[in-house]
């Protein structure tokens, strides 16, 4: 997740797999982001508005267009204007616009095929310059450690539910020994539900 300069939070993700970026996923991102905004014992809930952008490998929605904006809206009329926001960007478009441009330099194996000089001096330092390798490397570790860290997360969740759905631990206890946060006990309680 990221932060624009006005505090906007954007969950960007690349896809290749159409189903990786089902709508139930998008969903579920745009759930998290919200979560990561509130803070336990908040009294008036105020959250920025968000973006949850999923780059598809292929045209998932089939219809050629750059971008698939999706909204909310009471009774299919009026917008609910809640200040999520998903947006689908197609990877296959290849219009004469900077969508496309982008979308064919994401493409690109090679530096000196894209179109954009700054993403092309980018990329060469990235993949060709030994700094440029370690600190992509560094990244990639970087990456791996935090999956393996939800991983966990989400396995201790589980375990949580069972332990709680079978009365074996209170819900205190089961705070403390996993240092759950109040939002994490809510995931518990869930998954609870959902195994019952």
């Known amino acids: 997740m990221a932060h624009d300069s006005t505090g906007k939070p954007y969950d960007i993700e690349i896809q290749r797999a159409d189903e990786g970026a089902g709508a139930q996923r998008a969903r579920y991102n745009a759930a998290l982001m919200d979560a990561n905004e509130t803070v336990e014992g908040q009294k008036k809930i105020e959250l920025p508005e968000s973006y949850v952008i999923f780059i598809t490998e292929n045209d998932i929605y089939g219809e050629g267009l750059p971008l698939y904006k999706i909204d909310r809206f009471i009774n299919g009329k009026k917008p609910f204007n809640d200040g999520s926001h998903i947006i689908y960007v197609n990877g296959k478009y290849r219009g004469n616009d900077p969508i496309g441009d982008l979308m064919h330099d994401f493409s690109c194996n090679k530096a000196d095929d894209m179109k954009n000089s700054v ?23 970087d990456f791996a450690r935090e999956e393996r860290e939800e991983a966990k997360a989400e396995r201790d969740i589980e375990t949580a539910a069972k332990l709680l759905s079978k009365g074996e631990m209170s819900e205190e206890k089961i705070k403390d020994f996993f240092g759950f946060t109040a939002e994490q006990m809510d995931l518990v309680k869930q998954e609870v539900s959902v195994q019952a």
């Not at 001096?121 to 600190?135: F, M, P, W």
Request: with cysteine; hydrophobic share 35%.
């Open 119 to 141: 993403l092309a001096q980018r990329a060469k330092y990235l993949k060709e310059n030994d700094k440029g390798v370690n600190h992509m490397c560094k990244i990639m570790e």
